[in-house]
């Protein structure tokens, strides 16, 4: 490792949006907090930082969500009645969310988007590479996404995101990535980038997915980035500058993600999810997928 390829220890995670697709549930319940089987999404998110390595995590949070730092934080009387239960099992689900990385908190003040979120955490971050993670992406525990890009910037230095091939006509709901091979099967070099393109001006069906190992010169483009799509900063135009000249903040790689993903920023996606996680767990499975099989069997 080298002085210029430090060591990554923090993560950010933009959780300001209003979740208006979920509405009503997300009038008074911040959409990251709800539960995907007995777990907020946001919980999953956490995790997968902390077991890539990055135990000091930022989330950057708005409006009416105060739940999401409550949920992180220690709950005294909850614990109590359990423990005088001697329920030990609930006690460690509870104590366990407290326990997962030493969290911070920093509002966004006005929704401007994924950009500006993520310029609200330099302050935090200082001049250190860093990770960012977006809450509406599950990657399964058993695919360590967010690792191999560590390991990426670690070896490359500048910044990763990370990358899936979809259909062409599901590419204009992302941001799409120009690349070009590297000696490394799951790692593409990028040499541009466009927000939600229509499919005849994609540059290939290489889509952005809501992971991102950041060079701190992020920031100062950040903050010369005008606002574009949607009248918003967008992180991608940012990023389309550090992939255009690497004297500013090093090159843009992609990781060519193959995993599993869960999608919980759609309301069919986050069902789907729900499904799929129950049916994998051990202590639900089993149960779960009979009466699934017995409920498709009856509808068809």
């Known amino acids: 490792m080298t002085e210029s390829h430090p060591r990554i ?21 911040p959409k990251e907090m709800l539960p995907v089987v007995d777990k907020p999404a946001i919980q999953y998110v956490v995790e997968e930082a902390v077991s890539a390595g990055l135990d000091d995590v930022l989330m950057i949070t708005g409006r009416n969500k105060r739940p999401l730092e409550d949920h992180f934080d220690r709950n005294y009387e909850l614990e109590s009645a359990l423990q005088k239960k001697g329920d030990a099992a609930r006690l460690a689900k509870v104590q366990e969310s407290s326990d997962l990385a ?26 250190e590479p860093f990770a960012v993670l977006l809450g509406d992406d599950l990657i399964d525990p058993r695919d360590p996404l967010l690792k191999r890009m560590v390991e990426v910037q670690e070896q490359h230095g500048g910044s990763v995101i990370a990358l899936m091939e979809v259909a062409p006509e599901q590419i204009h709901m992302y ?14 070099k990028v040499t541009g ?42 992180l991608t135009d940012a990023l389309q500058q550090l992939a ?15 995993g599993r993903r869960y999608d919980t920023g ?35």
């Not at 255009?244 to 193959?258: A, I, L, R, T, Y």
Request: hydrophobic share 35%; glycine share 12%.
């Open 244 to 258: 255009q000249d690497e004297k500013v903040g090093g090159p843009v790689h992609g990781v060519v993600f193959k």
């Open 266 to 300: 759609d309301r069919g996606d986050y069902l789907r999810a729900i499904v799929r996680l129950a049916c994998e767990r051990e202590d639900l499975g089993p149960d779960f997928r009979t009466w699934l099989r017995s409920y498709v069997a009856e509808e068809m």
């Open 175 to 188: 941001g799409c990535a120009a690349v070009e091979t590297t000696d490394d099967g799951d790692v593409v």
């Open 9 to 29: 220890s923090k993560a950010v995670i933009p959780a300001a949006g209003l979740g208006t697709r979920f509405l009503p549930a997300t009038k008074a319940t």
């Open 193 to 234: 980038l466009v927000e939600k393109p229509e499919a005849a001006d994609a540059p290939s069906n290489y889509a952005i997915i809501g992971r991102y190992v950041l060079d701190p010169h992020i920031f100062g483009i950040l903050r010369q980035t005008e606002p574009g799509r949607g009248g918003e900063i967008q």
């Open 102 to 127: 030493t969290m911070h908190y920093v509002r966004q003040g006005d929704p401007k988007g994924l950009g500006h979120a993520v310029l609200c955490a330099a302050p935090h971050v200082g001049h």
